[in-house]
């Protein structure tokens, strides 16, 4: 059974980091294109970085630009994402997700992690 298991949120000041990481089992992870969402309450989930089994990320919001960076380590089948400069917008339920190659739904999902950062 494919399974996410996301780790690293919590309460940060305003410009601190976090880092955050997903451990993939079960599924495909080389052939499996790997994001990282984010949701406030009463809003949609928010792409806002895929990263190809290559290593290749693109950032799909341009506040992040610059703060966030992903990798992953297909050998321990492991993808982080690292939040440095975090402000209160940052503030959201992080997910991990799966994409298997060749499917354009995101198949696989990790039970979220919350990030709250204080002013």
């Known amino acids: 059974q494919a399974q996410l298991e996301e780790s690293g949120g919590g309460l940060v000041q305003a410009g601190g980091s976090l880092r955050l990481s997903c451990l993939a089992s079960?599924?495909?992870?080389?052939?499996?294109?790997m994001g990282w969402f984010r949701q406030v309450p009463g809003k949609d989930r928010t792409l806002i970085v895929r990263?190809?089994?290559?290593?290749?990320?693109?950032y799909d919001i341009d506040a992040v630009k610059g703060r966030f960076s992903t990798s992953r380590d297909n050998a321990k089948n492991l993808v982080t994402l690292q939040m440095n400069s975090l402000n209160p917008g940052d503030s959201a339920v992080y997910y991990c997700?799966?994409?298997?190659?060749?499917?354009?739904?995101?198949?696989?999902w990790g039970q979220g992690t919350p990030v709250t950062v204080s002013s």
């Open positions: 997700a799966g994409r298997p190659l060749g499917h354009t739904q995101w198949t696989y």
């Open positions: 079960g599924l495909p992870f080389d052939n499996t294109v």
């Open positions: 990263i190809a089994w290559n290593g290749d990320s693109t």
